[in-house]
């Protein structure tokens, strides 16, 4: 059969060709793969990722050092490989008290070329990678198959680019630090995540026009503990570009989605939820000066966030905020106003989001805030307000006289609760002296919902029981 199938007869010089262009191209492949990886290749993109993650770190007002041991090469053409050892992440930020130190190390990676790019490398990780702080070993991070990185710094159509793609396996596994080495005790605290298969998490970096853009997306999540609840979600996606409009000024978009996430706690399944952001930011820069020895380092303030979308949604009521908030230097809170618009709020009250010990302080907020008993069906819109340096405003109220007003009515409903009995009806007064206004005669009665809040359960609910890190059994066990 000829090399190229066509109905009509082909040359003999193209079935002759044909095979030595791909013959050709194959070994241009190999010799490419194999000089790519030569030790001189490997070292300068090495010292490439190695400036590029102290410049990323020296932005955002931290020291980043990427630190590595022996490169030794096995194999050739496309086998050949770098092994190098001993690597180390580190970042350390300083706070007015102390320097924060963490980090992450790994005995090997495996460095792979590109067969096409010079400027491209490919890193695997084999072995598990331990977490440090502070010269603490946190936890050690393994892997069902090795995860894969990718980096690229060089030139495409014309532009400086820096790219990085990280590629998740199945299932990762973390354990306590505690439980690494001693085998003759069981190993409590160890989390397990899996996801669908290939979660690509990336990065873009265009340095002359001080671009970045950051995305996330994973599907079908799965995060699993012997003594923790666990958590299910179908998606989580986040997406984030940012520019240096000017010499001081970063303003970027940040987007996330949450859906249908399930906290699962023992024999109990919450309900669903999904959570969506959607923000402009604007952020103030200061830079230090550069050095021979350390890169300029740059502070970054925030400044502005205008607040597009923060929404929870379930199937029985959504909450939903919109509003500007800024910061400032000499303000150590944020200030701006918005709005949160709570549709159905009495099911939003009694939904498992809320603590069975919150249940009531919150119904009540409500009631003060409104003026009008909180139903199951019930809309809500609380507008909130806060000047600069100022008092925060939910409504027409203070947060300070809302808590005091809750804190009160609570004393005095739980004081009324307590009253001894009365001896002689001609002989109690009609109103107890320390009952709540609402319970007065002729008073509006307290609306159900708040009613049934305040009344405190014999047995603890799966929300106080998940608050208090109540055991859960392993995925698996229960669906």
Known sequence: MPFFSSKK????????????????????????SSAAITKQNIEKNLQSLAKFVEKQAADSGREGKLTYGDVVFEGIGFGK??????????????????????????????????????E????????????????????????????????????????????????LPEKITITPA??????????????????????????????????????????????????????????????????????NTLEGKYTLSLVEVLLLNGETVMKPYTFAADLNIKSKVQRTAETAEKPAITTTNLADVAINK???????????AE?????????????????????????AVASDIIPQQAKGPVSMALQKLTGAPVEAETQVSLPLKREKNGIFYINTMTFEELANSIFTDLMNAEQSQTAP????????????????????????PVSPVISKAMEKPEKPSPAEEFQKGSPAKTVGDNH
């Open 81 to 118: 490989r770098a092994i190098i050892h001993n690597v180390t992440l580190s970042l350390a930020e300083k706070s007015m008290t102390d320097t924060s130190k963490w980090s992450l190390s790994t005995a090997s990676v495996v460095v792979v070329p590109d067969a096409f790019l010079d």
């Open 178 to 247: 505690l439980s690494v080495d001693d085998t003759t005790t069981p190993k409590t605290g160890v989390v397990e995540i899996a996801f669908d298969k290939s979660p690509v998490i990336n990065s873009t970096v265009l340095p002359d026009s001080k671009e970045r853009i950051y995305n996330l997306d994973i599907k079908n999540i799965k995060v699993s503990s012997a003594q923790t609840a666990r958590l299910v979600a179908s998606n989580i996606a986040s997406h984030y570009s940012e520019k240096q409009v000017d010499e």
């Open 421 to 444: 009995a009365a001896q002689d009806d001609s002989s109690v007064p009609t109103t107890l002296p320390n009952e709540p206004p609402a319970a007065a005669a002729g008073a509006a």
């Open 9 to 32: 007869p082909q040359s003999l010089i193209m079935r002759i060709v044909g095979p030595i262009i791909i013959i050709g191209l194959v070994a241009y492949m190999a010799m490419s």
């Open 310 to 320: 923060l929404s929870l949604l379930s199937s029985e009521f959504e909450i939903k």
């Open 323 to 347: 509003g500007k908030a800024s910061a400032a230097v000499d303000d150590p809170l944020f200030f701006g106003d918005g709005t949160v618009t709570i549709t159905n709020a009495g099911n």
């Open 120 to 167: 491209k490398l490919f890193f695997h990780f084999p072995d598990p990678i331990n977490v440090t702080e502070n010269s603490d070993l946190r936890s050690t991070i393994s892997f069902l198959e090795a995860p894969k990185f990718s980096y690229f710094d060089g030139t495409i159509k014309n532009v400086h680019s820096i790219e990085q793609v990280l590629t």
